[in-house]
Structures are given as structure tokens and as C-alpha cells.
């Protein structure tokens, strides 16, 4: 399932629990539903990105050679990347892969959450939590680090706090209930990861482009010494022109200058999704946790301005997403 | 004058290694010896791992040595920009690219809080 889809149904759930405060019990599983698929969309994602910055050497051997091996007056010989880019990227990639370990953990503290709120039985709730809040601990400070150059004792306050979410005057008396407590202490954890992922999508963006980038600089490569067909850029320019398009040389400069502009062109609407999906993710956190607030209130819950977002995200994806597959014979 | 801020300090770190690697196949293509296509290489590596060690480290560090050396860096990425638009020759381009890459060590020296 698509990330989008992952958020709509998360958002979804949440919408669904309004007017149950005083059995708490079913909105908390839907609560939790939702805080389960938003949390491993969003981490799906980091780790993409992960994955991504502890994979480039490879290709950028073989283009590398490529380019030497291409112009008659070098030597033809292997080129590899000093073993320091390497080592970086993957220094990078670890600390990236710390945002994926914390939505991890408050996806188990959410899926405790579920199953003591569906069976009301002995989920390890406090576990849970605690791990989830630990691991959002050490995400915040490491992205506060990354993005403003100091370690917090806490979460970068500044983004935002609980209150902001309406917890600020909530009674002492609700919180006796284990699944409000429970809520409350997953719904500190997201506040972490939030904020973190908040303060660190400075850094996101810029990782974004250079992965992109790296990647566009390779096919451009590819395709230049005929190792890579220009189809599907052509397929993605006649579908965004909305044309039937005829190449009449495709060895010409003027079709392998217009390939190159146009691939760039894609490689930035790439960049603006990708960007786009991570804010997405913030939402879908703050979503939760004005869910967890409504919760304890037992209010009806309202995310209307979370779906305007999303509308506009539908909006963008919608014009990038590959066209569906074809129906099944007989259909 | 205001002080320049981390994230704009990496933003021209990362814009001098970007518009260096977008063309690199037109200067490994005009190299004439295998030392210019080293030299291209290494200019290239350069601002990479300054990119990604400023991305992983702290560019927090303020004061006129630093803003000195962001407005260096800047400069220097004009150049390199000023050398691809203008057509300039491969030595002049790969001199152009040199001087960024001492300028954004500086910078990332003198911001990084670790330094």
C-alpha cells in the first residue's frame, strides 16, 4: 500500500473517534490502528532514504569507469571512489536510520496500545512506552544536533510541546485509567519524534536532493553512452504534455540535449515529492496527537486542517503516481 | 550585517559540489591526460565529503572568521558557476572548482563546532 494510502487511512481512523470518552476503550484501538500504519509509512520512508546513502558506491564505480573508459585519450582503467566517501555516506545513513528506530519503537508502543485496548489484557503497555519514548529521546537529540548544533536534555522546545496539542489542562483524575496514561506517555513519545523529524527536515531536504542527484547524474551518464534507453523519459514527457510524441534521430544532439533537460526537470519533481511525503509524516504525528488529546477529553475530533494538507499533497502525488495496472483478463 | 546561518552555510556547500558533479561528464569527456581527469576526480571527492561531513557535523560556530569565509565560499561558488556558464576551458574550470574546494574546507573548519 502506497504511503499516501497509509495516511489516509490513518487520518481516517483517527477521524473515527469522537463522542466515545467514556469508553475509551474503542476509540484507543482505533487511536492506535492509526498510530500503527502512520508510524511504519513513515518510517518506510527514512529508511528508503537510508537505504539510499548506503548504496551509491556501486553505481558511481561503474559510471565512473564508464566516463574514463569513454574518452580516447585517457587510460581505460578502473575508477573507484575514495573509501572516506564511502565511509561517510554511511556515518549519514546511521544517523538517518535513527529516525527509523524511534517511528519503530512508537509503532510497538502503539501496537501495545491496540492490543491491550481491543483485548484488556496484559500488553506490556509500560514497556512499550517507555522503549518508545527512550528511542524518541535519542532521535531528538540526535536531530537537534544535526539541524541546530546542540544537544538538548530534552526535545527541542522551541517546535512545539504537549499543550500545543491541548494537553495543557487536561484533569489528574482521567489519567487513573491505564489506557490514558498509556495514551499519554506513546503520545510524549510522538511529540518526540515529531519535533525531531520537525527540526531535521532541514537536513532531509537536502539529503532528498542530493540523493536525487546522484541518481540523475548517473542515468544521464547511462543514457549518453547508450546503456540506458530514454523511453521512459519520453513516456513521462508525452504523459506530462499530454501528447503523442515521434522521435525523428534519436542520436541527435537537439533530442539528447531536450532527454537531459527533462530528466533534470523529473529528478526536481522527485525531489518536491519526496519532501512533500516527509512533511506528510509530520502531519500524520500531529494528527495522532491531537487524536490522543481528544482522547482524553473525549471530544469528537476534528482534523480538518490536516486534511486541507493532504488535499493539496493528493493533489501533487496524484500527477506523479505511475498509471495503474492493467485489469485482470475478463474484466 | 547579519551572520550567516547553518543551514545557508550548507547550502553552499552543497550547490558548489552539485553544479561540479552535473557536469562532470563534460569535463572527464574533455580531458586531455589522465591527470586532468584525476584532478576533475578529486575536486569532485572533495566537495562531496565536505558536503556529507557538514551535513553529519555542526556548522554552528559564529563570529567574523566564520562569516568571512562563508562570504569566501559563496564567492568562490560563483566562480565555479561563472566558469561553466561562460564556456571557460577545462584548466580554467578545474581551477575554478579547486578554489571552491579549499574555500568550503575553511568554512566547514571554521563553522563546525567540533573543530
Known amino acids: 500500500m502506497s504511503f499516501r494510502a497509509y495516511l489516509c487511512l490513518a487520518l481516517a481512523a483517527t477521524a473515527l473517534l469522537g463522542g466515545c470518552a467514556a469508553a475509551p476503550r474503542a476509540p484507543a484501538t482505533s487511536l492506535a490502528e492509526a498510530g500503527v500504519k502512520a508510524t511504519a509509512s513513515f518510517s518506510a520512508e527514512v529508511r528508503e532514504t537510508q537505504a539510499q546513502l548506503g548504496g551509491i558506491e556501486v553505481g558511481d564505480a561503474f559510471t565512473a569507469t564508464l566516463r574514463q573508459c569513454s574518452n580516447p585519450k585517457l587510460t581505460c582503467r578502473e575508477v573507484v571512489e575514495p573509501a572516506a566517501l564511502s565511509d561517510e555516506r554511511r556515518r549519514l545513513a546511521a544517523v538517518v536510520g535513527l529516525r527509523a528506530r524511534a517511528l519503530d519503537k512508537l509503532g510497538a508502543a502503539y501496537a501495545a496500545l491496540q492490543t491491550e485496548a481491543a483485548y484488556d489484557q496484559g500488553a506490556d503497555l509500560s514497556g512499550a512506552a517507555g522503549d518508545a519514548v527512550t528511542a524518541a529521546n535519542a532521535f531528538a537529540a540526535e536531530a537537534a544536533r544535526l539541524d541546530r548544533g546542540v544537544t538538548p536534555s530534552a526535545v527541542p522546545t522551541a517546535v512545539a510541546s504537549l499543550a500545543d496539542f491541548g494537553f495543557g489542562l487536561l484533569g489528574e483524575q482521567l489519567q487513573r485509567k491505564r489506557l490514558l496514561k498509556a495514551s499519554r506517555e506513546i503520545a510524549r513519545a510522538t511529540l518526540l519524534v515529531r519535533n525531531g523529524m520537525v527540526a531535521e527536515a532541514g537536513s532531509f531536504d537536502r539529503l532528498t536532493q542530493y540523493l536525487v542527484g546522484e541518481r540523475t547524474s548517473a542515468r544521464i551518464t547511462l543514457m549518453k553512452a547508450g546503456y540506458l534507453s530514454t523511453d521512459d523519459v519520453m513516456k513521462e514527457v508525452a504523459q506530462q504534455l499530454n501528447l503523442t510524441l515521434t522521435v525523428p534521430d534519436p542520436s541527435s544532439e537537439s533530442y539528447r540535449m531536450a532527454i537531459q533537460a527533462s530528466l533534470r526537470a523529473l529528478a526536481q519533481q522527485e525531489v518536491i515529492e519526496t519532501q512533500e511525503r516527509y512533511r506528510a509524516g509530520i502531519a500524520a504525528l500531529g494528527a495522532l496527537l491531537q487524536s490522543h488529546a481528544q482522547l482524553e477529553k473525549g471530544k469528537p475530533i476534528s482534523i480538518a486542517g490536516v486534511e486541507a494538507v493532504l488535499t493539496r499533497l493528493d493533489a501533487s502525488l496524484a500527477a506523479a503516481a505511475p498509471p495503474p495496472p492493467p485489469p485482470p483478463p475478463g474484466h | ?115
Do not use: C, W
Open chain 2, 1 to 115: 550585517m547579519d551572520s550567516s546561518t547553518p543551514g545557508e552555510r550548507l547550502a553552499v556547500i552543497f550547490k558548489a559540489y552539485s553544479i561540479a558533479r552535473d557536469q562532470q561528464d563534460n569535463d572527464i569527456a574533455l580531458a586531455d591526460s589522465d591527470q586532468e581527469a584525476d584532478a576533475v576526480r578529486s575536486n569532485l571527492a572533495s566537495l562531496q565529503l565536505a558536503y556529507l561531513r557538514a551535513e553529519r557535523s555542526q556548522l554552528e560556530a559564529n563570529g567574523a572568521a566564520v562569516e568571512s569565509a562563508y562570504q569566501a565560499a559563496e564567492s568562490a561558488t560563483d566562480d565555479v558557476e561563472h566558469a561553466y556558464r561562460s564556456g571557460a576551458a577545462l584548466a580554467d574550470r578545474i581551477r575554478a572548482v579547486s578554489g571552491a574546494v579549499t574555500a568550503v574546507a575553511s568554512l566547514a573548519a571554521k563553522a563546525s563546532a567540533l573543530a
